[in-house]
């Protein structure tokens, strides 16, 4: 801490005492020790800043630009004065976040016709307001530390000086935030760019394989169609059919992968009640699958948060997974559980079971046996289903059942009844 702030924490109150340095020494060290998140940073400085003004109410209201409202965000109150956290206010046309304001000291009914962060103790009815602004990196306006009593009353100098030291604790908390956020978005740009042009080589192998059969066979075709005996040019057509029709499944699965990847970036999820959607499905794929039975466990009254065609192409892929994976019929369920948390989906089948010792979820994976090398597919219907709940903010898992067959769970946040 610098000379200057301790001049500022060992200054004397507006009652005339003096206010050893060492107690709002430690109030700083540990906040700023203990800032997890803003909230954590601020109230005890609001608290602080409490005890020496005197005020009753001391709060940090945040600027939200794009709404063009301001938010209390943090608040300490004592006495009769309670301003509540949460509270939104608009933001008059005339301020920006460019908008440097100036330390504001006056009664709160006259302050609130020329300063727009007073709104809230004028709405109260509270007689005196101070406030300093927060200004973070870029000079730009974050928000207001304020402070507001039910009585009127003189704001020190002092007691200023002290709210402009807190708001710069603030503003440099905040734009430490930001720029860990930055680094964090950077980080996981640059994963996901590692992760795509991995994928792009992945995917370059999985089409070689049926290219240069169709090349090699088509060359023969050409060179030597007069010489070659009929069964031998049938052999070779049907080879080109195969290998055409093999590359252009694999094309197509290419395909729904990237639109998949453009989906995750425009999902528009909301509050969806699952029993519906899961029944619909169940119904489905029983009727489509007569050696399984779908049943469906999904009590009604259970909503997740989730865009639902892509909730649809979800499940409906991991149904589909049940089912060629079960070749030998059996009971497939689809059990819809919730949590204060989440809402969980379990499709629960009794086939094969998963492959050991590789995560089903990356792309291009499968397993070796000979069930699993039997049914078409190159391995990114599981990748495409991870992507996709991510996006939504949930979860998947898989796991082999002790007995037989897997089980996967797909966990959502919890969403409340929209009526």
Request: hydrophobic letters at 45%.
């Amino acid at each position: 801490m610098s000379e200057q702030q301790e001049q500022v924490l060992s200054s004397t109150d507006d009652a005339g005492r003096v206010d050893p340095a060492g107690e709002f020494s430690q109030v700083v060290v540990r906040a700023v020790a203990n800032s997890g998140d803003l909230a954590a940073l601020t109230r005890p400085l609001l608290e602080a800043l409490a005890k020496l003004s005197g005020l009753e109410s001391t709060y940090l209201a945040v600027f939200d630009w794009d709404r063009r409202e301001q938010e209390v965000r943090v608040v300490h109150s004592v006495g009769k004065v309670q301003v509540r956290e949460g509270i939104r206010l608009p933001l008059p046309a005339g301020i920006s976040q460019e908008t440097l304001p100036g330390v504001t000291r006056s009664p709160a009914q006259l302050v609130a016709r020329a300063f727009p962060d007073s709104l809230v103790a004028q709405r109260l009815g509270l007689e005196a307001y101070v406030s300093v602004p927060v200004v973070v990196a870029q000079h730009q306006l974050f928000g207001m530390l304020c402070g507001a009593s039910q009585a009127p009353r003189d704001v020190s100098e002092t007691i200023v000086s002290v709210m402009e030291f807190f708001a710069q604790i603030i503003a440099d908390h905040v734009t430490r935030a930001d720029v860990a956020a930055t680094q964090q978005r950077a980080t996981v740009a640059e994963e996901k760019l590692s992760s795509r042009a991995t994928f792009l080589v992945q995917a370059e192998h999985q089409l070689k394989t049926p290219l240069t059969v169709l090349e090699g066979a088509s060359m023969t075709l050409l060179d030597r169609w007069r010489e070659l005996p009929d069964h031998h040019r049938v052999q070779l057509l049907t080879m080109l059919v195969r290998n055409a029709r093999d590359m252009a499944r694999r094309v197509d699965e290419l395909l729904v992968e990237a639109r998949s990847d453009v989906q995750t970036r425009e999902l528009v999820p909301t509050s969806v009640e699952l029993a519906p959607l899961v029944k619909m499905l169940a119904e489905a794929f029983g009727s489509v699958s007569p050696s399984h039975e779908v049943v469906a466990e999904a009590p009604a009254g259970i909503f997740a948060w989730a865009d639902p065609a892509p909730l649809y192409q979800v499940l409906g892929h991991l149904l589909d997974n049940a089912t060629k994976y079960s070749p030998g019929g059996g009971t497939i369920r689809v059990r819809v559980t919730k949590t204060p948390q989440d809402a969980q989906i379990d499709v629960i089948d009794e086939g094969v079971g998963l492959p050991e010792g590789i995560d089903v979820f990356e792309p291009f994976l499968r397993g070796g046996s000979n069930e699993v090398t039997a049914t078409p597919g190159i391995g990114l219907g599981l990748h495409i289903v991870r992507n996709l709940i991510v996006a939504m903010g949930g979860s998947v898992t898989a796991r082999r059942n002790k007995t037989r067959g897997s089980t996967f769970t797909v966990r959502l946040p919890a969403a409340p009844d929209p009526a």
